[in-house]
């Protein structure tokens, strides 16, 4: 079995920072390439969108919403995926979820934050980003 526990969450004004966690845990864990993990959100009565990830060849992509304010990185021995989130807008107020695809169906050429929630193997239960004005 694997979990992914996110971390990170929190309030903060607009213009603040915060950094959120991702930890892959359990002893499967190696079964999750560092790439093709990634960052969702789903602010209330809105569907869930990829924030910020990590594809296939190691790039990272973003949404044109959180570009220049958002950044994606990863410690591979902690098995930690990151998101610095700088210039926050209450926009960005949402539950946020680290996913992960499988190692042996992560490849070069697999953008993450375009796949659908099935096709993402492991989920995080979320970690509550509030940003006020």
């Known amino acids: 079995q694997v979990r992914l526990v996110e971390s990170g969450g929190g309030s903060v004004q607009a213009g603040g920072s915060l950094r959120l966690s991702c930890t892959v845990l359990?002893?499967?864990?190696?079964?999750?390439?560092?790439?093709?993990m990634g960052w969702f959100r789903q602010a209330p009565g809105k569907e869930r969108e990829g924030v910020a990830g990590?594809?296939?060849?190691?790039?990272?992509s973003y949404a044109d919403s959180v570009k220049g304010r958002f950044t994606v990185s990863q410690d591979n021995a902690k098995r930690t995926l990151y998101l610095q989130m700088n210039s926050l807008i209450p926009e960005d107020t949402a539950m946020y979820y680290c996913?992960?695809?499988?190692?042996?169906?992560?490849?070069?050429?697999?953008?993450?934050?375009?796949?659908?929630?099935?096709?993402?193997?492991?989920w995080g239960e979320g970690t509550l980003v509030t940003v006020s004005s």
């Open positions: 990590i594809d296939g060849d190691g790039s990272t």
């Open positions: 996913a992960a695809r499988r190692r042996y169906a992560c490849y070069s050429g697999l953008k993450v934050l375009q796949l659908p929630s099935d096709a993402l193997d492991a």
């Open positions: 359990g002893y499967a864990h190696y079964a999750y390439d560092p790439n093709c």
